[in-house]
């Protein structure tokens, strides 16, 4: 299926962006995350704010 044009809407890197997201999903679950920075940062509403790996 990845030699398939993507769908209707969907940019070509759109899939790849879903498989690093579900990767870093399992390591938040399995407590292997880390966020960057450490602590994360806060934006103007006090929502925390980090890239996780």
Do not use: Y
Not at 31 to 41: T, V
Request: glycine fraction near 12%.
């Amino acid at each position: 299926f990845l030699d398939q044009p993507p769908p209707r809407g969907a940019a070509a890197d759109d899939f790849l962006d879903a498989a690093a997201m579900t990767l870093i999903a399992g390591r938040i679950v399995g407590g292997e995350a880390r966020p960057f920075p450490d602590p994360p940062g806060r934006d103007s509403f006090g929502i925390p704010v980090a890239i996780w790996a």
